[in-house]
């Protein structure tokens, strides 16, 4: 059984939103299949798209209902992002309490887990770019369904790589102010891991879940994996492994306590 799964960005309202994908892997969490067994969830920022609920479609409140039913067999831990609305109001719809940022053990390892966005300085200095370039993604997305020439388009862009450079970086130093191990982070809804060879941190982003393929984090006595989800084929492996398994011991408290 893993100690946690951890997952960001799922964006509900947006029309780019995973929503089926969504229920089967909350259903397969709920039963305990496709290796999904787990003590915790954690929601890493951005549940929703915007602050208008008006935009959730019957199918998006199916991933709520799922939620919901989920809290019933295990913790749900859900931290804020930059698009979520009032955390109080939703903590009461949800059934889950929500928090800043989380901080974890997992065997022998720290884990801090927060949204990012507070790393993003252009998102907040430049919104109406952000909501063009968002826009011409979705666009992208919609002409090709599997979102091989928006991706693509991501990752050559110099503005989106600069804000994950800086979000890992960043990141990575408050790992290290915070005396932990591994920082999980969302946001850049790039799924990606990596290993500061300076001090050994290492930081994980869990992606999205407005683009194929959906990604998670799985934690499993100490080790983290950065996994794919697709509810029409097997459990892929993880992408890689990272540490050694060390005894299983999970503690979730808030960051700082």
Not at 17 to 26: N, R
Request: charged content about 25%.
């Amino acid at each position: 059984m893993h100690d946690a799964l951890i997952l960001s960005d799922l964006h509900l309202g947006a029309d780019n939103a995973q929503v089926s994908q969504m229920v089967s892997f909350l259903d397969a969490v709920r039963a305990r299949t496709h290796g999904l067994a787990t003590r915790c969830l954690i929601l890493n920022g951005d549940v929703f798209d915007s602050f208008d609920m008006r935009r959730l479609s019957k199918t998006h409140w199916k991933v709520l209902t799922a939620l919901r039913k989920l809290t019933k067999h295990i913790e749900v831990h859900w931290i804020t992002g930059n698009h979520d609305p009032d955390s109080e109001l939703l903590s009461c719809l949800l059934g889950v309490e929500a928090h800043d940022e989380m901080r974890f053990q997992s065997g022998s390892k720290r884990i801090l887990c927060l949204h990012g966005h507070a790393f993003d300085s252009f998102v907040e200095r430049y919104p109406r770019i952000t909501a063009l370039a968002d826009g011409a993604y979705r666009v992208l997305q919609w002409v090709d369904r599997s979102h091989r020439v928006a991706r693509l388009a991501k990752k050559s862009s110099k503005t989106f790589l600069r804000c994950t450079n800086k979000v890992r970086d960043r990141a990575i130093s408050l790992a290290v102010g915070r005396s932990v191990d591994i920082v999980c982070c969302g946001h850049t809804h790039l799924a990606e891991e990596h290993t500061d060879p300076a001090t050994g941190i290492q930081y994980f982003n869990s992606g999205s879940w407005v683009e194929k393929p959906c990604t998670y984090l799985a934690v499993r006595e100490g080790l983290v994996e950065l996994r794919r989800f697709d509810q029409e084929e097997a459990p892929t492996p993880p992408v890689e492994s990272y540490l050694t398994r060390q005894p299983s011991h999970f503690l979730p408290t808030l960051a700082g306590n």
